[in-house]
């Protein structure tokens, strides 16, 4: 399949991957900041945004692959958030000669042992979804990953509430009515396993406001990444990219700078 993407601007490959909240639109402060000095990309994972879902098996780390494949990009720095950080690690294990670096925002990790708070959460959305009630579920996703553990809705932004509610709404809506939801099966199983694989320079990100389980898996990847620095942003749950877009385009931009000073 050909997934729905966007291109603009010029200069060395960006490509950005969303969060399994959200879709490509959650990138637009970075997109408009960027574009003046890289070619970037940004895209709907199958089953998200204008990307209808694959059928089963939906593989997005292959589908990610094939669309960079298509747009003749050999080598991007990749920029991803949450299930969005787990795609491109795992793409760059699968396809080591298309990370040039790594931006982790978020990221999440197959072989994490969850709380049993975020468990919970994933019950709630699972039983509202079998049940056919989408608001509840979008709800669920809303207070677990954009008002975070320690914040009521009332003091989130609205407008990002509202965004992130509606493109929610919109990839389980579009994956319910495929009869399936999309899985979130690792083309590289063992990516926990692998990290030290991943030599490239990377960027770990995490909002100061996210639940325990990202905060600890941002000190890991830190940690057991060879190349990776740690930076937290304040005042930011689970989408700092979204919540604080001033403060993240702009580490992703000093990165990406010396990325390329070489």
Avoid at 100 to 122: K, M, N
Avoid at 207 to 217: F, K, P, Q, S, Y
Avoid at 228 to 256: K, Q, W, Y
Wanted: glycine letters at 8%; one cysteine or more; a negative charge.
């Amino acid at each position: 399949m050909s997934l729905h993407h966007e291109v603009d601007g010029e200069g060395p490959p960006v490509v950005f991957i969303h969060a399994g909240i959200c879709d490509s639109r959650s990138w637009e402060p970075q997109w408009r900041e960027l574009r003046e000095h890289y070619r970037v990309v940004r895209l709907d994972l199958p089953g998200f945004g204008q990307s209808p879902p694959s059928g089963p098996g939906a593989d997005p780390v292959k589908a990610v692959a094939t669309l960079l494949d298509e747009l003749s990009v050999e080598r991007a720095s990749l920029v991803g958030a949450s299930f969005g950080g787990r795609v491109a690690m795992e793409l760059a294990l699968a396809r080591p000669e298309l990370a040039e670096a790594l931006v982790l925002i978020g990221a999440s990790l197959p072989d994490h042992r969850w709380s049993r708070t975020v468990e919970e959460y994933g019950s709630e959305e699972d039983e509202a979804l079998a049940s056919g009630d989408v608001d509840r579920a979008v709800e669920a996703n809303l207070r677990m990953w954009v008002d975070g553990p320690e914040r009521s809705p009332g003091e989130v932004d609205a407008a990002t509430r509202s965004a992130v509610a509606e493109m929610s709404r919109h990839a389980l809506e579009l994956q319910l009515a495929a009869g399936e939801r999309m899985e979130e099966e690792p083309v590289v199983s063992d990516v926990g396993a692998r990290l030290e694989e991943i030599r490239v320079p990377a960027l770990v990100m995490v909002g100061e406001l996210d639940v325990e389980d990202m905060r600890a898996i941002a000190v890991r990847l830190a940690r057991e990444l060879p190349n990776a620095r740690l930076v937290t942003v304040p005042g930011a749950a689970h989408l700092p990219a979204m919540e604080r877009p001033d403060a993240v385009t702009r580490s992703i931009a000093d990165f990406l700078r010396e990325v390329h000073r070489g």
